[in-house]
């Protein structure tokens, strides 16, 4: 079966090894004419590094990650620790795959490096999709063209696939605002950070840092709200004095990071409700292009590194399975999850941001039971159920019977 993959980023390179792990005849198409990505941290929880692992980049992960000891929330002004959870040998003795903080380019050049490089094709832009019985035509800025047996689009937030199959649609702007960067640690290392994750909650905000790139860089995301925006983009330069303004009053570490930081990326958050489906005959999306969320449950990347999973366990079922009922197999089992997965991280937003008052109050005093550090499951049940999963145990084939979309029920 022969597989175009629109988008060489996390969800369309690490779908392209599971496919052809299964067989598949894989191309990958990306707009970019160079392989490059923003200079920002991502965290891979177990649920994705267990698949990583699968597809033989146990090794190289391990070279370019830091394995964090816990995670920690902390209040915003005197850094009280108000909950702490254990990550580290936890997560291995637990959820049997490590917990990673990495850098985003390390991350895609070592899953991007894992496909055969005349499968990748760069500069390739794609503009449309023609569907037909037997196989569909990509469409390139360009004039070029290419036929495949099924379709993925994985070509993230702004997707061209999506909007193909789907129309244009809507974001809403959430009102957060993250500036990201990353500082060499030999600029902070006054400071003490310890090789764990930290969450500072406060009005109107959070900051989030972790160490990455083996330890050489602390990254960071400062999340603000801000009361209107009009562009989405992941790149656009931010302003040191401009982010260090909203965390007027805040803890002074946050500052020092601030202040050591060469390049800030500002990025605006955009929400968008589930999509009522992800696949239309041939053609199906996967990742940020089917279900962007936001950042405050750290699955985006982890979510779209499973659907390339089960969307290659499904599709190695044709022709027992036709490829249209194959790619809905697919989207049954991947688009619950995913969509409890968003709403989860929506409702964080409320959660890290309260003023101080009877809610803040009422938060910090569940959180207080977790300060001196306890494992995932004690914590959060629904991190845990996340954690767990294996998306290479999903039944997908024809005698898995019917497959309907169930709830995981995450919430807790
Ligand atoms: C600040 C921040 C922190 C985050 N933290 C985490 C985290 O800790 N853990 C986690 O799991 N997730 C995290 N995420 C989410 C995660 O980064 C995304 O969910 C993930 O990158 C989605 O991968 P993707 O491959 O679907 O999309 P993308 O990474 O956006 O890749 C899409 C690719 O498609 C290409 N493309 C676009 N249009 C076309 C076209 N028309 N033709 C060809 N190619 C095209 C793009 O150039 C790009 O390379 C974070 C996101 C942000 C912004």
Request: proline letters at 5%; a negative charge.
């Given at each position: 079966?022969?597989?175009?993959?629109i988008?060489?980023?996390?969800?369309?390179?690490?779908?392209?090894?599971?496919?052809?792990?299964v067989?598949?005849?894989?191309d990958?198409y990306?707009?970019?004419?160079?392989?490059?990505?923003?200079g920002a941290?991502?965290?891979?929880?177990?649920?994705?590094?267990r698949?990583?692992?699968v597809?033989?980049?146990?090794?190289?992960?391990?070279?370019?990650?830091?394995?964090?000891?816990?995670?920690?929330?902390?209040?915003w002004d005197?850094?009280?620790?108000?909950s702490?959870?254990?990550?580290?040998?936890?997560?291995?003795?637990?959820?049997?795959a490590?917990y990673y903080?990495?850098h985003?380019?390390?991350?895609?050049?070592?899953?991007?490096?894992?496909?055969?490089?005349?499968?990748?094709?760069?500069?390739?832009?794609?503009?449309?999709?023609?569907?037909?019985?037997?196989?569909?035509?990509?469409?390139?800025e360009?004039?070029s063209?290419?036929?495949?047996?099924?379709?993925?689009?994985?070509?993230?937030?702004?997707?061209?696939?999506?909007r193909?199959?789907?129309?244009?649609?809507?974001?809403?702007?959430?009102?957060?605002?993250?500036?990201?960067?990353?500082?060499?640690?030999?600029?902070?290392?006054d400071?003490?950070?310890?090789?764990?994750?930290?969450?500072?909650?406060?009005?109107g905000?959070?900051f989030?840092?972790?160490?990455?790139?083996?330890?050489?860089?602390?990254?960071?995301?400062?999340?603000?709200?801000?009361?209107?925006?009009?562009?989405?983009?992941?790149?656009?330069?931010?302003?040191?004095?401009?982010?260090?303004?909203?965390?007027?009053?805040?803890h002074?570490?946050?500052?020092a990071?601030?202040r050591?930081?060469?390049?800030?990326?500002?990025?605006a958050?955009?929400?968008?409700?589930?999509?009522?489906s992800?696949?239309l005959?041939?053609?199906?999306?996967?990742?940020d292009?089917?279900?962007?969320?936001?950042?405050y449950?750290?699955?985006?990347?982890?979510q779209?590194?499973?659907d390339?999973?089960?969307?290659?366990?499904?599709?190695?079922s044709?022709?027992?399975?036709?490829?249209?009922?194959?790619?809905?197999?697919?989207?049954a089992?991947r688009?619950?999850?995913?969509?409890?997965i968003?709403a989860?991280?929506?409702?964080?937003?409320?959660?890290?941001?309260?003023?101080?008052?009877?809610?803040?109050q009422?938060?910090?005093?569940?959180?207080?039971?977790?300060?001196?550090?306890?494992?995932?499951?004690?914590?959060?049940?629904?991190?845990?159920?996340?954690?767990?999963?294996d998306?290479?145990?999903?039944?997908?084939g024809?005698?898995?019977?019917?497959?309907?979309?169930?709830?995981?029920?995450?919430?807790t």
């Amino acid at each position: 079966m022969r597989v175009a993959v629109i988008g060489g980023g996390i969800g369309g390179c690490s779908a392209a090894l599971a496919l052809q792990r299964v067989g598949c005849i894989v191309d990958v198409y990306e707009q970019v004419p160079v392989k490059g990505e923003v200079g920002a941290g991502i965290q891979i929880s177990p649920n994705a590094s267990r698949l990583l692992n699968v597809y033989g980049l146990a090794q190289q992960l391990e070279a370019i990650a830091v394995r964090p000891s816990m995670t920690e929330a902390r209040r915003w002004d005197d850094g009280r620790i108000l909950s702490r959870e254990q990550l580290g040998p936890a997560m291995e003795r637990d959820f049997g795959a490590p917990y990673y903080h990495v850098h985003r380019a390390d991350l895609l050049n070592i899953i991007s490096g894992a496909i055969p490089q005349h499968c990748l094709h760069m500069g390739r832009r794609c503009i449309g999709l023609v569907q037909h019985d037997d196989r569909v035509e990509v469409m390139f800025e360009g004039g070029s063209t290419v036929e495949a047996d099924v379709v993925v689009g994985a070509d993230g937030i702004h997707s061209a696939v999506r909007r193909e199959l789907f129309g244009a649609e809507q974001p809403r702007f959430s009102g957060n605002v993250a500036y990201r960067g990353v500082v060499p640690v030999e600029r902070i290392a006054d400071l003490g950070i310890e090789r764990k994750s930290t969450n500072w909650m406060g009005p109107g905000g959070h900051f989030v840092h972790y160490f990455v790139s083996g330890g050489r860089y602390l990254n960071f995301v400062a999340v603000v709200e801000q009361a209107a925006w009009q562009r989405e983009s992941w790149n656009d330069r931010g302003d040191v004095a401009e982010a260090q303004q909203y965390y007027e009053g805040w803890h002074p570490q946050l500052h020092a990071i601030l202040r050591a930081v060469d390049d800030i990326y500002k990025w605006a958050l955009f929400d968008r409700d589930p999509l009522p489906s992800w696949t239309l005959g041939r053609a199906t999306l996967l990742g940020d292009a089917c279900h962007p969320m936001l950042p405050y449950m750290a699955q985006g990347a982890a979510q779209a590194i499973e659907d390339g999973a089960v969307l290659a366990a499904c599709l190695s079922s044709v022709p027992d399975l036709s490829v249209e009922d194959a790619l809905k197999r697919y989207e049954a089992i991947r688009k619950p999850r995913a969509s409890e997965i968003q709403a989860l991280a929506r409702r964080n937003a409320q959660t890290f941001h309260l003023h101080d008052g009877p809610e803040q109050q009422a938060r910090d005093g569940r959180m207080a039971a977790h300060a001196g550090g306890r494992d995932v499951a004690a914590v959060s049940p629904a991190r845990s159920m996340i954690f767990a999963y294996d998306a290479m145990q999903e039944q997908v084939g024809p005698a898995a019977g019917d497959v309907t979309p169930k709830r995981m029920d995450l919430w807790t």
